[in-house]
């Protein structure tokens, strides 16, 4: 079972940016995947970002496209998701999560098994 825990949330003001860190630790051997998942007040948990184990394949969620980072550091155990231009509706709990990577008509992940306790966004002014 792996253990990921999540930092760098907070409050930030509507046109700034924070990073978010993941920390994993366990054996990656059972998913291929890292996602960021987050839930916002009253709304269901929603897919934000995912990254290979490797790098090379990426996805996004059409709202944060443009926006957001997903990058990873395998020698540290780290992924990151680097959030500019944020917005009122980024706000909420995300969570970092380990899965399964697909291609359909793009890469996406799916079937997270363990995940962190997660950290608050607040976007506001």
């Known amino acids: 079972q792996l253990q990921l825990v999540e930092s760098g949330g907070g409050l930030v003001q509507p046109g700034g940016s924070l990073r978010l860190s993941c920390a994993v630790s366990g054996s990656m051997l059972a998913y291929d995947a890292i996602g960021w998942l987050r839930q916002a007040p009253g709304k269901e948990r929603e897919g934000v970002s995912c990254i290979s184990n490797s790098g090379d394949s990426t996805s996004y969620a059409d709202s944060v496209k443009g926006r957001f980072t997903i990058s990873r550091d395998n020698a540290k155990n780290m992924v990151y998701l680097q959030m500019d231009s944020l917005k009122p509706e980024d706000t909420g709990i995300y969570y970092c999560?380990?899965?399964?990577?697909?291609?359909?008509?793009?890469?996406?992940?799916?079937?997270?098994?363990?995940w962190g306790q997660g950290i608050q966004v607040t976007v506001s002014s």
């Open positions: 999560a380990a899965g399964f990577g697909g291609y359909g008509s793009g890469y996406y992940c799916h079937n997270f098994g363990d």
